[in-house]
């Protein structure tokens, strides 16, 4: 890790210097150009909307070349930031860890072999993999296999010691543990899709061909680590009503509801309890399936011996290829092994704690203030990240210096791009404006809480930071309010034109989403 030391004071008034020799046509550095006055009016009005009264708004826009401030309102007001805080995570992991990083996940043997028979364990070690599908595992058997393995006396031991034993952050709510979103963090897990959602199951309901059956109910991957209560009933005709819940501490799903003849099926995310059971359940069944028996019983959470030789492997995809997956579709899962995997890498410590230490000296030295921040947890799920705007429009400032900042600020969500990991959140947002293919941003949402922190280019060329954080809101939704400040921005001009020099506020017209397609791009439960 190497250190770039910029302290605060000479940074502002190194800004303040180059902002007043590079101030826009008609500005000083006492006032602002006749655009930028316009731009402020605009987006105060934006501000003013009646879904923010009684809310707090925290608004930040800067030049990246120049550090002109073109706009803030409350930039140091310390505001939960929800995914926001992936700005963070994702630039540390970067940095930290560098763009080629590989999580491997390998297969060891301790004990005598003779033959096909191995007299002892098979130890199945995670590197923290967040990617690993069930095939992977299928394909690690059956390297086991093709190396001569047939019988294990010994037992199958799924060795998750990377990474310490916590397997949710300390402060998120109870109510969201079953949701794919706040999935049990280990070292060892199964992702049952190419989104890579970690230490879930999608547990799928079809009508039965008849009414008064139970719905025919299956997992992806198949497994039977989970236990299905099938509560549901087929009817005849109505509308599908179908709950897919597991119940805290352990892995019994409850279905329950109705679904009609010749509906289509339907499907849910549920977490696992443990998800390190959960890969060895797989990986065991692989074994199987290829010929490989085990005679013990599936142990957790044991180290592999330093003696123990190497029979099977399998690297992951690179960090710089993990960043799509994980900021276009804002993984939480994924920033939480990364705030572990930082941990574990830099100081041997796979926790939250140590991740989150690096992590902060990491975003001291591009220049933010961690004195007027806490950071929680890798994701942002946790309530008690506060971070003002000012400080992520520092760090935006900041990575454009560094040499994977190409592959970070592709993998941001991009305004408008229909493309499932193009647009990622923003896919279905600004499209048809001047925001469109240009807004490279991350995006936030909890219940109250909703943010929007990247870049713009505006019609003059010139590349903004920005950062809008909006909290305790009543109102479903503000996010129409993040677009219009967003396409404000890249309708931006500053000339000196007649047009220019009238200060009265242009607030732009957005496309109006339809109903529920702002969070069509994910899972039914949050965005």
């Known amino acids: 890790m190497h250190r770039r030391h910029f302290p605060r004071a000479l940074a502002l008034l190194a800004l303040v210097a180059t902002a007043t020799t ?13 655009a930028t006055t316009r731009l402020h009016a605009t987006i105060d009005t934006i501000l003013a909307d009646s879904r923010l009264a009684g809310a707090q708004a925290s608004v930040v826009v800067v030049d990246t070349s120049t550090g002109q401030t073109l706009y803030d309102r409350n930039g140091d007001r310390r505001l939960v930031p929800a995914s926001n805080t992936k700005l963070l995570t994702s630039t540390a992991a970067l940095e930290l860890l560098g ?47 093709a190396d001569g393995v047939r019988v294990v006396t010994g037992n199958l031991v799924a060795d998750d010691t990377r990474y310490d034993r916590t397997r949710l952050g300390p402060d998120w709510t109870w109510d969201d543990e079953p949701y794919y979103y706040a999935a049990q963090v280990s070292a060892l897990t199964v992702a049952p899709d190419t989104d890579f959602d970690a230490g879930t199951v999608i547990v799928h309901a079809a009508p039965a061909d008849r009414a008064g059956v139970r719905p025919l109910v299956t997992t992806t991957p198949p497994t039977g680590y989970l236990r299905i209560d099938n509560r549901a009933e087929t009817v005849s005709t109505g509308e599908t009503s179908i709950s897919i819940e597991r119940g805290h ?10 679904i009609a003849v010749g509906d289509e099926p339907t499907s849910d995310w549920v977490t696992v309890w443990e998800p390190t059971g959960y890969a060895a359940d797989v990986f065991r069944a692989a074994l199987r399936r290829h010929g490989v028996r085990v005679l013990g019983r599936t142990v957790l959470g044991q180290p592999t011996p330093e003696t123990a030789q190497p029979v099977a492997r399998h690297d992951s995809m690179t960090l710089g290829e993990l960043m799509t997956p994980f900021l276009k579709l804002s993984n939480n899962g994924h920033a939480e092994v990364l705030t572990k995997e930082i941990g574990r890498v830099l100081s041997g410590s796979g926790t939250w704690s140590a ?38 429009v520092d760090l935006l400032r900041a990575v454009r210096a560094e040499p994977w900042f190409g592959t970070w600020y592709a993998a941001l969500p991009i305004a ?5 990991f193009v647009g990622g959140t923003l896919r279905s947002r600004m499209a048809g404006t001047p925001a469109a293919g240009n807004v490279h941003a991350k995006t936030g949402s909890l219940t109250g809480v ?22 305790n809101y009543l109102t479903a939704s503000v996010k129409p309010l993040e677009d219009q400040i967003a396409v404000a921005l890249a309708g931006h001009r500053d000339d000196d034109t007649a047009t220019a020099r009238k200060a009265s506020p242009v607030v732009p017209e957005i496309p109006r989403t339809p109903e529920g397609v702002e969070c069509a791009w994910v899972k039914p439960i949050t965005c």
Request: proline share 5%; aromatic share 6%; hydrophobic share 35%.
């Open 355 to 392: 991740g989150l230490t690096a992590i902060s000296e990491y975003v001291a030295d591009t220049g933010m203030d961690t004195s007027l921040l806490r950071q929680r947890d890798g994701s942002g799920l946790s309530r008690r990240n506060l971070i003002p705007a000012a400080e992520f």
């Open 416 to 420: 408008g791009q229909p493309e499932r």
């Open 22 to 34: 590079a101030a826009a046509p008609g500005a000083t550095a006492e006032s602002p150009s006749p």
């Open 450 to 471: 909703s943010g929007l922190s990247g870049y713009v280019t505006t019609a003059d060329g010139r590349l903004l930071a920005f950062s809008i954080l909006l909290n």
């Open 249 to 258: 501490g352990d892995n019994t799903v409850v279905v329950t509801g109705q």
């Open 99 to 145: 763009p080629g990083h590989r999580f491997t996940t390998d297969v060891q043997a301790s004990g005598k072999r003779r033959a096909g028979l191995l007299s002892g364990n098979l130890y199945l070690r995670g590197g923290g993999d967040p990617t690993m599908l069930a095939t992977d595992y299928d394909a690690l058997a059956a390297q086991v296999a």
